[in-house]
């Protein structure tokens, strides 16, 4: 008999809230090494949707709203508590010894508890998909069944590398076993391990002290827990999950990679119904962390990460990455690279735009084709519309600063400020050498080189005067095609070009 999957409980009151109002704690195992993902960073710190794996699990264990909550960590010690920490700020830090297993993890964790009395979750910390809706269903279950223990497991289309869930003829629980220690029978069950688990703590730690290490990998895995207990006559449940991407684990890039277009989908949907327009949901970016008001439009290939904020009807994108960014209603930002950096109401951004970090432009602004901005702040309706870099600068209100303009910020040793007024209208090609001065209502002529403050009202200019030397082409490049030309045009002798 196949088992019920898992449904939501209901959203309050009645048979949910009956069922498990026992005290909670949750324990999130962080220890492994994470081999196969043959990297020099923890497994559980690898990001999806811009969160460390473990975040994800710490942000779903959290809405639970646990009594307790601890975090088994070894491998990296202290990068992984750091990240726990971060997510989860009241979490107990709990440092697994030389004995090796997931089963060793739980019993330090339960020792760290210091006689707590109620249900334990454990989850393992590479499960970025599993969500609170689905363990307080498992915590339902374990509750109206009366089980000791109970184990959320997953028909998966590919269970490699997942422990296999043993049934009996009727469909009852039976063991875990490992695929390592599987048989080729068992290894054909496609029912898995979720890494999920929730034991009551009566005699819990009397059976940790009890498992043993005789294994292939010569560990003390915690699925053997859950067969000990089911020896001593108490009741242990696995309940398979809705959706086996609730339980997918991650074990290598190729899975990270699976588990990140999985979370994107998810994340691109939730804010298409929520009002926002994905063209291309494909070729779309989103991490967990972005704010996307209503009526904002995401054109493809645009990559929106970390606290980047984009309010109603703005229009991001195409080919655009904006990170830690804010931009403001109505604006536009087209084919643009921004990090730290706000963009205003209404404001015009690009294409071929350089955002650095300390960039604020003001609402209707414009940053245009092939600006680079650091450390600027562009005044509202003010304008770098091409071909310019401004640095640590302040430009004020309806400025226009002429095209190849360059804010000259670096002595070789210091940065140094440029400050422009408002309603100032710049020459093309100009330098500002810092620290300068731009007055209000200043012109400066095409081609300048400020290197003094420019008072209010006045106009900079430092060309010197254009001298025209006549018939240089004909004296000293006779017989050339620009020669005859020439001639042609002033009547002079033509001679044969060379």
């Not at 904020?309 to 087209?334: F, K, M, Q, W, Y």
Request: hydrophobic content about 40%; some cysteine.
């Amino acid at each position: 008999m196949t088992p019920s999957p898992l449904s939501s409980p209901e959203p309050s009151g009645g048979s949910a809230s009956e069922g498990a109002d026992r005290p909670l704690a949750v324990v999130v195992l962080a220890a492994g090494q994470g081999t196969r993902m043959r990297s020099s960073r923890p497994k559980v710190l690898h990001e999806i949707a811009g969160l460390p794996m473990l975040a994800h699990v710490l942000l779903a264990s959290r809405a639970l709203q646990p009594a307790r909550l601890a975090v088994v960590v070894r491998h990296e010690r202290d990068a992984v508590a750091s990240a726990a920490l971060e997510t989860a700020p009241e979490a107990l830090i709990v440092d697994q010894d030389e004995v090796p297993g997931t089963g060793r993890a739980l019993e330090v964790a339960v020792q760290a508890l210091d006689g707590f009395d109620g249900d334990v979750l454990v989850v393992n910390g590479d499960l970025p998909h599993v969500d609170a809706d689905t363990m307080r269903a498992l915590r339902l279950e374990h509750a109206l069944r009366g089980s000791a223990a109970t184990v959320l497991s997953a028909f998966f289309a590919d269970p490699s590398g997942a422990g296999r869930i043993v049934r009996d003829p009727d469909g009852a629980f039976l063991r875990i076993v490992e695929e390592k220690d599987a048989s080729p029978e068992e290894r054909a069950i496609p029912e898995g391990n979720g890494g999920v688990y929730l034991f009551r703590t009566d005699g819990l730690a009397e059976r940790l002290a009890g498992l043993g290490t005789a294994n292939a990998q010569g560990e003390q895995y915690l699925t053997d827990l859950v067969a000990v207990t089911r020896t001593v006559g108490a009741t242990v449940l696995a309940v398979p999950a809705a959706d086996e991407s609730v339980v997918a684990g991650v074990n290598d890039r190729v899975q990270l990679a699976a588990a990140a277009r999985r979370m994107n989908d998810a994340i691109v949907r939730r804010h298409q119904l929520a009002g926002v327009t994905v063209i291309d949901p494909l070729t779309t970016w989103i991490d967990a962390t972005v704010t996307i008001g209503e009526d904002a439009e995401i054109r493809p290939n645009t990559q929106l990460l970390r606290a980047t904020a984009i309010e109603g009807g703005a229009v991001v994108g195409p080919d655009t990455t904006l990170v830690d960014c804010e931009v403001g209603a109505g604006a536009r930002v087209n084919r643009t690279d921004g990090t730290l950096a706000v963009v205003g109401a209404g404001a015009d951004v690009g294409p071929f735009a350089y955002l650095r970090p300390g960039t604020r432009l003001g609402a209707k602004g414009k940053i245009g084709t092939f600006v680079e901005t650091k450390n600027a702040v562009i005044g509202d309706g003010s304008k770098v519309p091409h071909l310019s870099y401004i640095g640590d600068t302040e430009v004020g209100e309806r400025s226009n600063i002429g095209a190849n303009t360059i804010t000259a910020n670096y002595d070789g040793v210091h940065k140094h400020r440029t400050t422009v007024g408002s309603a100032v209208r710049t020459g093309s090609h100009n330098v500002f050498v810092a620290p300068v001065t731009i007055g209000d209502g200043v012109y400066t002529g095409a081609g300048t080189v400020v290197r003094k403050d420019v008072p209010a009202g006045a106009l900079a200019v430092n060309v010197a005067p254009q001298r025209n030397i006549e018939g240089w082409v004909a004296s000293h490049r006779p017989g050339t095609d620009a020669a005859t030309t020439a001639a042609r045009a002033t009547g002079a002798p033509e001679e044969t070009p060379k």
